[in-house]
């Protein structure tokens, strides 16, 4: 929230729905009731001395010193999971409504648009279905800040949420081809995955990033071959006798 290049969708988010202050420079998170710290993947809360959170089967204590205290959040989420269940609401103020008042995160991605290739993918996706159904399974086999490896074997089309705020430059392959994100849960990003096995990855490169490089490149270049021209009124040298 600090950045000056912030996502202007996430910091909305946390405005309405935790009702972070995302206008005061040290701001401090009071809400720790809402259930969106697990879908932000928050593993730890960081407290004043003596703090009391209140949901002691939630918030196990694991450190307490002088300094303070330091709660594990035991039901937090994973950066990426599949969802069972999609809820597809293409009205603005009808998808607010749903977001505001959302806490199934584990097993409900809300959409305001879902671009599907098949009659079956839209059904797999947005049709009810029996708790007893089989979900997907997602496993993530490596992370870093920018490149996720994963792997989801699904049963059906399914969606894979994630706590990464939607931004362009993220890619996603699945299989070696080309999968495109989507918007999720307001501000965030996933995709939907054939039935079957699926060897994701999940990788930040944005075209501006690359522009820059090969600018500089170029213009390094360019300073180089330029201290080998002749100066103006310098003769060149003539090889020969």
Known sequence: AHDPMANGRYLGML???TGYDTEDYFPKWKN??????DYLNVKYVVTPPRADLGDPERYALVY?????????NTTVLPRFYSTPNVILEFKNDRYLGLLQKHHDWAGTALLKSL??????????????????????????????DIDYHMLVLAPRYSMVVS??????????????????????NGAFMGFVVPPGRNDIHVWYSPLTFWGGLWVAIATAVGLALSSFAPRRGEKVPRSGG
């Open 163 to 184: 706590s990464i705020p939607f931004w362009p430059g993220w890619k996603v392959v699945s299989n070696g081809a080309a999968i495109e994100p989507i918007h999720v």
């Open 32 to 37: 720790v009731q809402t259930q969106v710290l």
């Open 64 to 72: 307490e010193g002088r300094d303070g205290r330091i709660f594990e």
């Open 115 to 144: 671009p599907v290739k098949s009659d079956q993918e839209r059904t797999d996706l947005l049709a009810p279905r029996s708790k007893a159904a089989p979900a997907a399974k997602l496993h993530i086999m490596s992370a870093t």
């Open 15 to 17: 405005r309405v729905l």
